[in-house]
């Protein structure tokens, strides 16, 4: 099974930044696409950033612009910068793990890092 731990959470002022890192325990990770979920309180978990086996980037639209997703295959992570944060990005932070095969596609999570935006 593939566990994927999270770091770097925290609170931050209006306009701050901060940085999540994910690192996984699979191996070929580099054949798995990665992805970004947050969850605000009542709210329905969202999708925040993926990015492909192959680099290639997508971003939730109130994000666009301010965050970037990234992976360092080298060192199983994928990271998620974070700019301008705005008190609306306040919700716990979810890596993702995907992996299509023939017949099934597996999906792992991270535990869930807590990302606050407050004055």
């Known amino acids: 099974q593939v566990q994927l731990v999270e770091s770097g959470g925290g609170l931050v002022q209006p306009g701050g930044s901060l940085r999540l890192s994910c690192v996984a325990s699979?191996?070929?990770?580099?054949?798995?696409?990665m992805g970004w979920y947050r969850q605000a309180p009542g709210k329905q978990r969202e999708l925040v950033a993926t990015?492909?086996?192959?680099?290639?980037?997508s971003y939730e639209d109130s994000v666009k612009g301010r965050f970037t997703i990234s992976r360092d295959n080298a060192k199983n992570t994928v990271y998620l910068q974070m700019n301008s944060l705005k008190p609306e990005d306040t919700a716990v932070y979810y890596c993702?793990?995907?992996?299509?095969?023939?017949?099934?596609?597996?999906?792992?999570w991270g535990q869930g890092s807590q990302v606050t935006v407050s004055s």
């Open positions: 699979a191996s070929r990770f580099s054949s798995y696409a």
């Open positions: 993702n793990a995907n992996l299509a095969s023939r017949f099934t596609t597996y999906n792992y």
């Open positions: 990015i492909t086996s192959g680099g290639s980037t």
